[in-house]
């Protein structure tokens, strides 16, 4: 019935396979499991995953160069067996055994079923401070009533069923050549073929905050993605509907000029002193502005 698929990148998701076994069995379905190795370098990743290779119903496919999350996902789906695909992250864990069953009673009669993914207060520390308020502050989004009248902007591949036929059928990944926007571009493309997504309450919690460094890196990346993609998409994504709105009234100069001059101090107030979302926004804008 399912093919979970999992792209991994210096990750050990072991407990997280594990986990997925026993709510597979619990659930008594038909179920592999797919870790796609997307070239990791890390000794102590390579050695689990040797070790996830030995599992049942496990495989794992090895790239011999990194191709990033979006592609890794489309040559899983290529690869699995079964007609429904549970699209899961690597640093994911399952905070319940009936994870498998809520998808399954879901999955009777739709296409495309969201789950969503928590962040635990525990996970705070003092070097992902920022990563952390943005997830907390983006908890509203994620609460279910609000994705249920928002079904295509809230889609999260961290945790995702989707028909396999569907998700081939999707042409996103030509456009996320790395790390960002694959969540957005899905739903965006789901929605242009008329595909209905349902939300349910199936929560998986994000076990690996970023660092305020690697988070403003992994932004600087996905923001040179979104500055490359289409203008359709660019129309429908926040922060580029932003910055296409402020060309349009001759003011892009001025947030380009603004983070000339105070982007730098920007980075270092949200890697040292004050981790607020709302100068994370204006940093990301300002950003964008710069390469577009």
Same mark, same amino acid.
């Given at each position: 019935?399912?093919?979970?698929?999992?792209?991994?990148?210096?990750?050990?998701?072991?407990?997280?396979?594990?986990?997925? *076994?026993?709510?597979?069995?619990?659930? $008594?379905?038909?179920?592999e499991?797919?870790?796609g190795?997307?070239c990791?370098?890390?000794?102590?990743?390579?050695?689990?995953?040797?070790?996830?290779?030995?599992?049942p119903?496990?495989?794992?496919? +090895? @790239?011999?160069r +990194?191709?990033? $999350?979006?592609?890794?996902?489309?040559?899983?789906?290529?690869?699995?067996?079964?007609?429904?695909?549970?699209?899961?992250?690597?640093?994911?864990?399952?905070?319940?055994?009936? #994870?498998?069953?809520?998808?399954r009673q879901a999955?009777?009669?739709?296409?495309?079923?969201?789950g969503?993914?928590?962040?635990? /207060?525990?996970?705070?520390? /003092?070097?992902n =401070?920022l990563?952390?308020?943005y997830?907390?502050?983006?908890?509203?989004?994620?609460?279910? @009533?609000?994705?249920?009248?928002h079904?295509? /902007?809230?889609l999260?591949? *961290?945790?995702?069923?989707? $028909? !396999?036929?569907?998700?081939?059928?999707?042409?996103?990944?030509?456009?996320?050549y =790395?790390?960002?926007?694959?969540?957005?571009?899905?739903?965006?493309?789901?929605?242009?073929m008329?595909?209905?997504?349902?939300?349910?309450?199936n929560?998986?919690?994000?076990n690996?905050?970023?660092?305020?460094?690697s #988070?403003?890196?992994?932004?600087?990346?996905?923001?040179?993605?979104?500055?490359?993609?289409?203008?359709?998409? =660019?129309?429908?994504? !926040?922060?580029?509907?932003?910055?296409? /709105?402020l060309?349009? %009234?001759?003011?892009? %100069?001025?947030? $380009?000029? %603004?983070?000339?001059? #105070?982007g730098?101090?920007?980075?270092?107030?949200?890697?040292?002193?004050? =981790?607020?979302?709302t100068?994370?926004n204006i940093y990301?804008?300002g950003?964008?502005s710069?390469?577009?």
């Amino acid at each position: 019935m399912f093919s979970i698929v999992i792209s991994v990148f210096n990750y050990d998701c072991t407990e997280l396979v594990k986990e997925l *076994i026993r709510s597979c069995s619990v659930a $008594k379905v038909d179920y592999e499991i797919l870790v796609g190795n997307d070239c990791s370098t890390d000794p102590g990743t390579l050695a689990a995953l040797k070790r996830i290779a030995t599992m049942p119903h496990c495989r794992v496919l +090895n @790239e011999e160069r +990194n191709i990033g $999350k979006a592609y890794m996902l489309y040559h899983l789906a290529d690869e699995a067996v079964y007609p429904y695909l549970i699209i899961i992250d690597s640093d994911a864990r399952v905070p319940a055994d009936d #994870f498998i069953e809520k998808y399954r009673q879901a999955a009777q009669g739709h296409d495309v079923v969201s789950g969503h993914v928590i962040v635990l /207060k525990e996970a705070l520390r /003092k070097d992902n =401070q920022l990563r952390h308020r943005y997830e907390f502050a983006a908890a509203g989004e994620r609460a279910l @009533e609000y994705r249920r009248k928002h079904p295509y /902007k809230n889609l999260c591949t *961290i945790n995702l069923l989707i $028909k !396999r036929s569907v998700f081939l059928a999707t042409p996103f990944p030509k456009d996320c050549y =790395q790390y960002g926007y694959e969540d957005t571009i899905l739903g965006i493309d789901l929605e242009q073929m008329g595909v209905e997504i349902v939300h349910i309450d199936n929560p998986l919690i994000h076990n690996n905050i970023d660092s305020n460094e690697s #988070f403003i890196n992994k932004t600087h990346k996905a923001l040179h993605v979104l500055a490359g993609l289409d203008r359709f998409y =660019q129309e429908r994504i !926040r922060i580029s509907a932003t910055a296409l /709105k402020l060309q349009r %009234w001759h003011m892009l %100069w001025a947030v $380009k000029l %603004w983070h000339r001059l #105070f982007g730098s101090l920007e980075r270092r107030v949200l890697l040292s002193l004050w =981790q607020s979302v709302t100068l994370f926004n204006i940093y990301k804008l300002g950003y964008y502005s710069t390469i577009k």
